[in-house]
């Protein structure tokens, strides 16, 4: 079961930086990206297209042009579109798409950017982001510890790991390495989250091209109407964007 790590999301409109006090002109500042807020029934609908993802030659321009209009940060738009392309060739019944881990990114950690954390080159997030503890107060599940703190650092109770929140007795089962090197999945490394994240919507939602599968994959993933019309609006905003010359 995972748990859902609330982070606001980001509106701003159109700002302007005053860069000193003398007479030159002010400074636009792009706006952050903004998702408007769907809020489709349940199994009704799935988010509209992103289109087809580029041949290899063009792929780098192309992440590159759509973190620019989503302010998703290329290193983590690049896992998800790795961890999307990779699924619909060893499980092509699927069809996750890259918006739909997006999707999930976004709500979960804000792209692995939760309170000042980033993924490196090398995929992994620093600093590393681990949920509240999951010792029932208010609100809160109570979930004892599953792996004596070995992920979280917590020996008591468990909390959610990483850039997509997952929960360690989940990681175990479901966690994937997505370089294939041999090395254990990390739950901060933004390649196997995002592989990770892929797998575990496809074992749970079946065909996430029709809307039964891809309602029941997310809100697997958190037992939310509203969460899942979070991750709904945010998928099709990012696949309107992607489409954007």
Not at 30 to 56: M, N, Q
Request: glycine share 10%; with cysteine.
């Amino acid at each position: 079961m995972l748990t859902l790590l609330v982070v606001g999301a980001l509106v701003a409109g159109a700002v302007w930086v005053v860069v000193s006090l003398n007479d030159r002109e002010p400074v636009p500042v792009k706006p952050v990206f903004t998702v408007p807020a769907l809020t489709p029934a349940p199994r009704s609908a799935i988010p509209g297209d992103a289109g087809p993802l580029p041949a290899e030659p063009a792929k780098d321009a192309w992440i590159a042009k759509v973190s620019e209009n989503t302010d998703i940060p290329s290193r983590t738009l690049r896992a998800y579109v790795n961890a999307a392309e990779k699924t619909a060739k060893t499980t092509p019944r699927c069809e996750i798409t890259w918006a739909t881990i997006a999707g999930i990114g976004r709500t979960e950690s804000q792209h692995a950017r939760h309170d000042g954390s980033r993924a490196g080159e090398d995929g992994i997030v620093t600093p590393p982001i681990i949920g509240i503890p999951l010792d029932g107060s208010p609100g809160v599940l109570a979930v004892v510890d599953t792996d004596k703190g070995a992920l979280d650092g917590d020996p008591k109770w468990d909390r959610a790991v990483g850039p997509m929140q997952f929960l360690p007795a989940t990681w175990k089962r479901y966690g994937v390495r997505a370089s294939g090197d041999g090395a254990a999945p990390d739950p901060q490394n933004i390649d196997d989250a995002a592989q990770t994240t892929a797998r575990y919507m496809c074992a749970r939602g079946g065909d996430l091209g029709e809307p039964s599968g891809w309602w029941t994959a997310v809100l697997t993933y958190n037992n939310s109407t509203q969460y899942g019309q979070e991750v709904f609006s945010n998928a099709d905003a990012y696949g309107k964007a992607a489409l954007k010359p």
